[in-house]
């Protein structure tokens, strides 16, 4: 069966069960999984799809995808955005991490910093810094988003303005190709624009299939954000502006992967 023919099969599937996967898609289509995860990386490279770990989901402007399948999707890379990121943060610091799994991976790798005051309305970070006995961690309270442990709202924004940060780490959904940040939910955005608000350094962890991806709220532009971790190059454009804003890009990936 040739790409043409199964690049429509694959979309009929996806808009009908909301997702694919690589080992149905193989047996349905019978070819091999090799040639599905081709089929796919190109679909969701076209912004047909979106590639989660075992196969894909349809793209969502509107509505972020679960939490679970955000959590497995590109982790490895994930891991090492967040090593990059965590080396820059210094021992006896006051930091804030927010929402998201690129920021649960960076508390991850802050599992052996010391001295660290660790603010967060993200109860899965509270959670893994929990492990660390030289971590004072604070949890600012606010409406629970059970989906993913996030706290928001105005009791959320209210007690992030009591401090001043060293470190402002954040993530987001989605950046257009203007460097604009994005996200899903406004309640979380206004929380976001707070913490850059109060950080004296501010630092965004996103991979690139948030390039790929659209959401309906601003956060704010990458001209505000004093170092981006991300693992893959920005396009030129964006490139040029990035260094016209003096915003520093970092790059870091894993040489492979697979689903």
């Not at 047996?27 to 796919?40: A, F, K, M, S």
């Not at 001295?115 to 993200?122: A, Q, R, S």
Request: charged letters at 25%; a negative charge; hydrophobic letters at 40%.
């Amino acid at each position: 069966m040739s790409q043409t023919i199964r690049f429509p099969e694959i979309l009929d599937i996806a808009r009908r069960d909301g997702k694919v996967t690589v080992e149905y898609l193989a047996e349905h289509l019978g070819v091999t999984l090799q040639t599905i995860r081709r089929d796919l990386s190109e679909l969701a490279d076209a912004g047909k799809l979106e590639r989660v770990h075992g196969g894909a989901v349809l793209p969502s402007g509107t509505v972020n995808i679960a939490y679970e399948e955000r959590r497995r999707l590109n982790a490895e890379n994930k891991t090492a955005m967040a090593k990059a990121c965590a080396a820059m943060i210094p021992q006896d610091c006051a930091i804030f991490l927010n929402i998201g799994t690129s920021t649960e991976a960076v508390a991850n790798e802050l599992l052996h910093h010391r001295n660290l005051m660790v603010v967060t309305n993200n109860m899965n970070v509270a959670n893994i810094l929990t492990r660390n006995p030289d971590c004072e961690v604070i949890v600012t309270g606010g409406s629970l988003r059970q989906s993913d442990g996030g706290l928001t709202g105005d009791i959320t924004t209210h007690a992030i303005r009591q401090f001043k940060f060293d470190i402002g780490v954040i993530g987001c959904s989605a950046i257009d190709g203007d460097g604009d940040i994005l996200d899903f939910d406004l309640r979380e955005v206004g929380v976001s624009q707070t913490i850059l608000h109060q950080s004296r350094r501010t630092m965004l962890i996103a991979d690139h299939t948030k390039f790929k991806r659209t959401a309906p709220a601003r956060i704010g532009s990458l001209a505000k954000i004093d170092t981006f971790f991300t693992d893959a190059p920005l396009s030129s454009a964006l490139q040029a502006s990035c260094k016209a804003w003096k915003t520093d890009v970092q790059v870091s990936h894993v040489d492979a992967s697979t689903d």
